[in-house]
C-alpha cells in the first residue's frame, strides 16, 4: 500500500509526503507536516497551541489510546472572575462576549500551550526519523519565507461577524510582534502570493531542534516566556509550565451500522459526534434522500439533540463527571428518537465552543499506520512574546464564564473544544481517516462525511465536497448550493438559512479512504479552503 497526506495548507502537506517519500512512517509525516503549518496557518496553530491525536498502529486490530495535549487554565485563574463582565452569548454560537474581549484577545486569554509535550511523546513512542530532523526544514522556510495562501490573505481582510468579535486582522493589532511579523510597511496585511518570514519564529524552532521540549516548560525558551507573561497579567505560572503533562485517555468508541467509529474523548467532539450517529442509526436515512428536504431536517434534529446533551453535560472529565456512558447508551438514542418523531420542538443551551481556526492533518503510511492530528490556537490571542515569532493560544475563551458550570473556569482545566479526530474501521480494519478545523462544526462535519461515505456510498471526495448544514441550535445553517426550494420545504418545519458561501463557512474535512481489498487510499481536501491531498507511492 501507498502512502497518503492530506491537510489545509499545501507547503505543509509537501512537506509530510517528502518524509512519507524518504521512507517515513505516517507519525513523522505528521509531525514534520505540523511544524510546516505552524509557520503557514499562524493563527490557527504554532507552538504556543495544543493538539489530539487518534491513531491506528500498523496491524494492529483494535483503537488505541487517545493522545490528548491539551490547553489548561493557568494556575492564577479565579472561576468567577469573569461573571461581571459578561456582555451576552455569541449569537453565532461561538462562546461569551466579555467586556474588552478579555477571553479572546491579549495575555489573559492564553491557557498554558500543551502541543510541545504533546509532539514529544509522539516522536519518542512512534517517530523513526531524529526530531531535529523533522524540524529542520521549517526552520529553513521560516528564513527563507512562503507565499501567504489565499485563504489567509482573503481572512485577513474580513471583517468581523460581530461587533464584540475580533477579525484576523485585528489580531495583528493587539501586540507590538505581531505587526511588526505581519503587517507590511504600509501598516496592510500581506497580500495572497506575497512572501512572508519570520526568522524569529526560526530562531525558537532551532532552540526546540537542539535543546529539545524541555527548552519550552524548564529552560531559556520558557524563561523568555514567563518574563513577558508575568509582565502583562498573564495567568500562567512557572510551575504550570514546569509540571505540565499530557493525557492518554480512552477513545470514544461506539458502532455504527457495520462500522466501528474511533474519535475523541470529552472535553472535546468526540462523545457529540457518537451520540448524534447513534440517534441517526435508528433511521433510514437513504430512502430519505441525500439532502433531501425530510433527510436535512431530521439529520439536524439528531445534532440539535446531540449538542443539548453536550452543551448540558460537557467538561473536563478530570474535574467534573460527565455522563458518558448515559450520553451514549442506545437508550438515550430511542429517548431523543422519540422526541424528534413526536416533533416536540426542543433548543440546545449556548456554551462556549472551540476555536474556528483550528488546522488538522491525516496520515496513511505503507505500512497501515494512521494519523489524525488536530491542533490548534484557537484563534490566536494576537500576543507574541519579543524574540519568539510565535502567536499563542486565546483558549480561555472556551471557559464557560460562569460558576457552577460544567465547563467552568478553573485552575488546571482543560476546556470544551470542537476536535473530533477519527478514525472509521470496518472488519477490524481502517477505512476512514479524518477530521477538520472549524469549531463546533467539526463535529458536524466529520458526521456528514461519514453519512455521505458510509451510508450513501459516495467516494470521498464527493463525500468531502457535498453541500453541507449545521444545526445546533438556532436556525438551521447550510451552504448556497443547497437550493432555495429544498430550503423553502425544511422551512415548512423548521427555520433555516442559507450562508452565503457556497463552499467553506463550516468545517474543513480532509480524509483519506483506505480500500484494504484493493490497497488504494484516495484523500480528499475541503474545497473551502487552499488543502490538498497527495498520493507518495511506493518506491
Keep these: 500500500m501507498s ?19 524518504n521512507g517515513g512512517n505516517a ?10 503549518q505552524f509557520l503557514v496557518d499562524p493563527h490557527s496553530c504554532g507552538v504556543g497551541g495544543y493538539l489530539i491525536l487518534t491513531c491506528r498502529l500498523s496491524k494492529d486490530n483494535q483503537p488505541h489510546p487517545i493522545i490528548d495535549a491539551p490547553a489548561v487554565a493557568g494556575s492564577k485563574v479565579q472561576t468567577d472572575m469573569w461573571k461581571d ?8 454560537g461561538w462562546g461569551f462576549f466579555l467586556q474588552d474581549k478579555v477571553n479572546e484577545d ?3 486569554s492564553i491557557c498554558v500551550p500543551g502541543i510541545i509535550r504533546g509532539l514529544e511523546f509522539i516522536h519518542e513512542r512512534w517517530c523513526t526519523i531524529p526530531w531535529q530532523d523533522l524540524i529542520e526544514p521549517s526552520i529553513q522556510l521560516s528564513q527563507r519565507g512562503w507565499p501567504v495562501g489565499e485563504h489567509l490573505g482573503r481572512r485577513w481582510k474580513d471583517s468581523p461577524q460581530y461587533y464584540e468579535n475580533t477579525s484576523l486582522l485585528e489580531k495583528l493589532y493587539v501586540s507590538p510582534e505581531s505587526r511588526r511579523i505581519y503587517l507590511d510597511t504600509n501598516d496592510k496585511p500581506y497580500e495572497a502570493g506575497t512572501i512572508l518570514r519570520n526568522p524569529d519564529y526560526g530562531k525558537t524552532l532551532e532552540k526546540l531542534a ?10 531559556n525558551l520558557s524563561k523568555m516566556m514567563m518574563v513577558d507573561l508575568e509582565k502583562h497579567g498573564s495567568w500562567i505560572t512557572n510551575d504550570d509550565l514546569a509540571n505540565y503533562q499530557i493525557r492518554k485517555e480512552k477513545p470514544v468508541v461506539i458502532q455504527y451500522r457495520d462500522y466501528t467509529i474511533q474519535t475523541s474523548p470529552a472535553p472535546h467532539g468526540g462523545p457529540t459526534l457518537a451520540a448524534i450517529l447513534n440517534i441517526l442509526e435508528g433511521y433510514d436515512l437513504v430512502s430519505l434522500g441525500h439532502n433531501s428536504p425530510a433527510y436535512i431536517y431530521l439529520v439536524s434534529m439528531a445534532m440539535k439533540a446531540g449538542f443539548e446533551d453536550r ?11 460527565v455522563p458518558l456512558d448515559w450520553m451514549l447508551s442506545k437508550e438515550r438514542a430511542q429517548e431523543w428518537r422519540d422526541i424528534i418523531d413526536s416533533k416536540i420542538d426542543f433548543e440546545p443551551s449556548n456554551v462556549q465552543t472551540g476555536g474556528p481556526d483550528t488546522t488538522h492533518t491525516s496520515v496513511v503510511d505503507r505500512w497501515g499506520n494512521c494519523v489524525s492530528l488536530t491542533h490548534s490556537l484557537g484563534s490566536s490571542s494576537g500576543v507574541i512574546t519579543p524574540g519568539l515569532g510565535f502567536m499563542y493560544n486565546n483558549s480561555m475563551i472556551n471557559f464557560h464564564p460562569y460558576p457552577d458550570h460544567p465547563n467552568s473556569i478553573l485552575a488546571g482545566k482543560g476546556r470544551t473544544t470542537g476536535m473530533t479526530p477519527t478514525i472509521v474501521w470496518k472488519d477490524h480494519e481502517p477505512v476512514l481517516v479524518l477530521g477538520a478545523p472549524g469549531a463546533t462544526r467539526i463535529i458536524t462535519g466529520v458526521l456528514t462525511v461519514i453519512l455521505n461515505h458510509l451510508d450513501f456510498g459516495m467516494s470521498i471526495s464527493d463525500s468531502v465536497l457535498a453541500p453541507r448544514f449545521d444545526s445546533q441550535g438556532g436556525p438551521i445553517t447550510c451552504q448556497a448550493r443547497i437550493p432555495t426550494g429544498v430550503c423553502a420545504e425544511v422551512r415548512r418545519k423548521h427555520e ?6 457556497s463552499h467553506g463557512g463550516f468545517a474543513l474535512v480532509h480524509a483519506i479512504q483506505i480500500d484494504g481489498k484493493n490497497h488504494q487510499l484516495n484523500g480528499a481536501a475541503d474545497t473551502g479552503a487552499d488543502g490538498m491531498a497527495l498520493l507518495v ?3
Design 3 to 21: 502512502g497518503m497526506i492530506v491537510a489545509p495548507q499545501p507547503e505543509a502537506v509537501e512537506q509530510g509526503a517528502r518524509i512519507l517519500a
Design 27 to 36: 507519525f513523522d509525516a505528521a509531525l514534520a507536516c505540523a511544524w510546516t
Design 85 to 92: 463582565k459578561v456582555i451576552g452569548p455569541n449569537p453565532g
Design 106 to 108: 491579549g495575555y489573559q
Design 210 to 219: 537542539k535543546n529539545g521540549p524541555d527548552d519550552f516548560y524548564e529552560g
Design 311 to 321: 452543551n448540558r453535560f460537557m467538561g473536563d472529565p478530570q474535574f467534573v463527571q
Design 496 to 501: 433555516i438559512l442559507r450562508l452565503p458561501q
Design 537 to 539: 507511492e511506493d518506491s
